[in-house]
């Protein structure tokens, strides 16, 4: 059962605009909430994140919205710039004590940001 | 970059073989993660390794199997190779088992024919 959706699957902004990624979750005890950018044939790099007692956080031109009532979160990426193309994942986390702590990551945006 | 490394780069076998993978930990993290990410898909959680224990597993069978050595540097292997099993194996450490932070390295590409 996919528990974080993602969308959309592949997005493409001209340099300078606004990209938005979404994610719902559906699993309440989820406790944090990293988006993770990945290049090819590179692994995912930890990009920003959030825990669910804050509705935003922003660091430098990435921003991310947690709407806990509606399970919801998104990361937004101010003036996109074409370095900024890559894949983008949402994951969760939920801690558990015999089990530590797992992400659960969503199907991926790939993004474009034209020149 | 993360101080976390992953061997071999590339791999391939071919359907039924065995296959080992490695990880070696980024300095001051104690558990490792490892993750398979399938082309064009998230990754998904194998299970992680603390104090040289497994402590969590997703949903993969016991043909998966690990070890996590003294100092932090882990293994996967798999067993009964099939074709389902091409993907990228993500090696991911943290700091403490219940340390949402995950760093992740650069992954082995295994092939399977």
């Known amino acids: 059962q996919q528990q974080v959706k993602q969308s959309p699957q592949s997005l493409i902004v001209q340099k300078g605009g606004i990209s938005i990624i979404n994610c719902a979750y559906e699993?309440?005890?989820?406790?944090?909430f990293p988006w993770y950018q990945q290049f090819p044939g590179k692994g995912p790099a930890l990009l920003i994140a959030?825990?669910?007692?804050?509705s935003e956080k922003k660091e430098g031109r990435f921003t991310i919205s947690f709407n806990k009532s509606a399970k919801q979160f998104s990361l937004h990426i101010m003036d996109s710039q074409p370095g900024d193309s890559a894949t983008y994942f949402c994951a969760a986390s939920i801690f558990g004590e015999t089990s530590g702590s797992r992400l659960t990551f969503g199907e991926g945006t790939q993004l474009t940001v034209n020149p | 970059e993360t101080g976390v490394t992953q061997s071999p780069t590339h791999l391939i076998k071919t359907r039924g073989q065995q296959v080992t993978l490695r990880c070696s930990s980024q300095?001051?993290?104690?558990?490792v993660s490892w993750y398979q990410q399938a082309l064009g898909q998230g990754p998904q959680f194998i299970f992680q390794?603390?104090?040289?224990?497994?402590?969590g597993r997703g949903n993969f069978p016991p043909r998966f199997s690990g070890l996590q050595f003294p100092n932090y540097s882990s293994e996967l292997n798999v067993n009964a190779l099939e074709l389902d099993d091409s993907a990228l194996y993500l090696c991911?450490?943290?700091?403490?088992?219940?340390?949402?932070?995950?760093?992740f390295g650069p992954g082995t590409r295994l092939t399977v024919l």
């Open positions: 991911a450490t943290s700091r403490l088992a219940g340390a949402p932070k995950k760093y």
């Open positions: 300095s001051g993290h104690n558990t």
């Open positions: 959030i825990r669910p007692d804050v």
């Open positions: 699993n309440t005890a989820f406790d944090y």
């Open positions: 390794y603390y104090r040289e224990e497994e402590n």
